[in-house]
């Protein structure tokens, strides 16, 4: 053992001298070669045939020898730009690898010697001749780079810098070139450099600054201040009333820069005509207290048969509070949202507590203590859109004063037959003609609500009470009034026949009379009041 590793011992010694002498030897070889000039023919197929040379080797050593990686992966940028060179290496390159031959090297020492010498001559190749990649943008010459990831990268932070100065994304439309030469002056590529030379290209990109209008695209200008400008007045032109809160559009507003984009040019008045403009969209109109199906078509400025149309299941007499109607309403362009901090006080409710008693009927009630409201001061944002309250969210709530509760006392004794119930019903069957409110066909303020029927139709009692008056009155012709014990009185007018007397005491639905058409009447109906302590009230808020 101690023998064989001796031999193994001279062996390596042997090689290691053997390389050093052809090291020397290669030395001066590559002194001549320097001194034939950079721009020599047989240098650049000298250099092309040891770059190929070079790729077959360090493929071998990169699996075999793991101290070569780094020479590897500087080889490998070489490869590709010299590996076009390969066909006019002709005559040359075979001589070379003859001469390599005739050296008569041992088959054990060919792969170290190759691998040797290819990366000698390509490290004194690099450092003593400045071999690199020559890059070219656009037919001018930039610099030299280490590697095309390198270049790839500068690339993309100026592509960012001129996107960023244009305001919007810009992809570069550069002829990159790369070539394998010599270092004859030029410096590393830089960032900056590349970004000069294409920000000095700019010039023929013209930059469109465009309105839009929730993404659509209104127009577009020359002038991004022109632009702020009309936005602004536009903003305070469609301001109903200042409340000193933030003001704003409801649309998303923008004024963004299109570059060289195929975009409408508009002057600014054409562009404030477009803002200024309306459109028909479908809105949920919710019914509130008072109105009418021709008063909710005014205010959207369309027909009531519109609305019919679009809501085929309506009938206009019979709508509600809280009832939704689709309306097709005009819609402006650009909506103003108005933002605003309000401090105020707010009255609080008061709760009702009943307390039974047995000193009064059923049907009966009475305030023992009345409730006083309470008093809150509250800081709330409230959102105005086109002047209409919007939204409203209490920030604050600090109550000043505590209600007082109201108590009411209920009566648990069943009432006579004859009793008020607090409830009306029906008094007469029929549809209604007219309703209670001002009429404009008659010029005066109705009253009440008109049953229309034939003559002879019953009219029952709408609640039990007392009869305080039956026969002829002025433009009310025969009627009836009862009074209901409970502040509640019923008049009954234009009745044909009296069936009922005064004093006489009837029971809720007990027929009183007949329709008629008596006073001042254009037809057979029966006018129907409620009075709540002689005020008239309208009866379809009370009939069940």
């Known amino acids: 053992m101690a023998t064989l590793n001796k031999y193994r011992k001279n062996y390596i010694s042997n090689m290691l001298n053997a390389l050093h002498r052809r090291w020397i030897v290669l030395r001066l070889s590559t002194g001549r070669l320097a001194g034939i000039g950079k721009t020599s023919q047989a240098v650049h197929n000298l250099l092309g045939f040891l770059a190929v ?90 610099g030299y780079i280490s590697s095309k990831a390198e270049m790839e990268s500068i690339l993309a932070n100026v592509e960012d810098r001129v996107s960023n100065y244009l305001g919007s994304p810009y992809s570069l439309n550069l002829n990159v070139a790369y070539a394998i030469g010599y270092n004859d002056g030029l410096k590393a590529v830089s960032e900056e450099s590349v970004s000069n030379f294409v920000m000095s290209g700019l010039s023929n990109i013209t930059t469109k600054y465009v309105l839009t209008v929730d993404g659509e695209v209104i127009g577009a200008h020359e002038s991004k201040t022109a632009l702020e400008l009309l936005r602004q007045r536009m903003l305070e032109a469609s301001i109903n009333t200042y409340r000193g809160g933030k003001v704003e559009f409801v649309q998303d507003v923008r004024i963004v820069p299109m570059g060289s984009e195929d975009v409408t040019m508009m002057s600014i008045e054409e562009m404030e005509t477009a803002l200024s403009g309306n459109s028909r969209e479908s809105v949920v109109h919710t019914v509130q207290s008072g109105e009418t199906v021709s008063g909710i078509a005014y205010k959207y400025d369309t027909s009531v048969s519109a609305i019919q149309e679009a809501n085929p299941e309506l009938i206009p007499e019979k709508i509600k509070i809280g009832d939704e109607i689709t309306v097709s309403a005009s819609v402006p362009t650009l909506s103003v949202k108005e933002t605003v901090v309000e401090s105020y006080t707010r009255a609080v409710g008061y709760e009702t507590i009943k307390e039974k008693t047995d000193d009064l009927y059923t049907t009966q009630s009475r305030v023992k203590r009345a409730g006083v409201n309470g008093e809150a001061a509250v800081v709330a944002e409230v959102v105005y859109v086109d002047g209409a309250e919007q939204d409203r969210l209490i920030l604050e709530w600090e109550n000043i004063t505590e209600p007082v509760d109201e108590i009411v006392e209920v009566g648990t004794k069943q009432p006579p037959k004859k009793a008020a119930t607090g409830r009306f019903m029906r008094p007469a069957n029929g549809y209604i003609s007219s309703r209670y409110g001002y009429r404009k066909n008659m010029g005066d303020f109705h009253t009440g609500v008109d049953f229309a029927g034939p003559t002879g139709t019953p009219i029952y009692a709408a609640d039990g009470g007392k009869v305080t008056y039956a026969g002829w009155k002025g433009n009310y012709g025969y009627c009836i009034f009862i009074d209901h014990g409970n502040g509640y009185t019923t008049v009954y007018a234009h009745c044909s026949k009296l069936l009922a007397k005064v004093g006489q005491s009837v029971a809720k639905g007990e027929t009183i009379a007949r329709v008629g058409s008596t006073g001042r009447s254009t037809g057979p109906h029966l006018h129907f009041e409620i009075r709540v302590n002689g005020q008239h009230k309208n009866p379809l808020n009370y009939i069940g």
């Open 53 to 142: 040379l070079l790729s077959a080797v360090l493929t071998v050593g990169k699996k075999c020898f793991g101290l070569l990686q780094d020479l590897a992966d500087h080889a490998s940028i070489l490869v590709d730009p010299l590996t076009e060179l390969l066909a006019r290496i002709g005559v040359e390159g075979k001589l070379v690898v003859l001469r390599l031959r005739s050296r008569h090297i041992q088959r054990d020492r060919l792969i170290p010697a190759m691998m040797l010498l290819t990366a000698t001559v390509t490290i004194c190749t690099v450092s003593c001749l400045g071999v690199g990649l020559r890059v070219t943008i656009n037919g001018q010459p930039m």
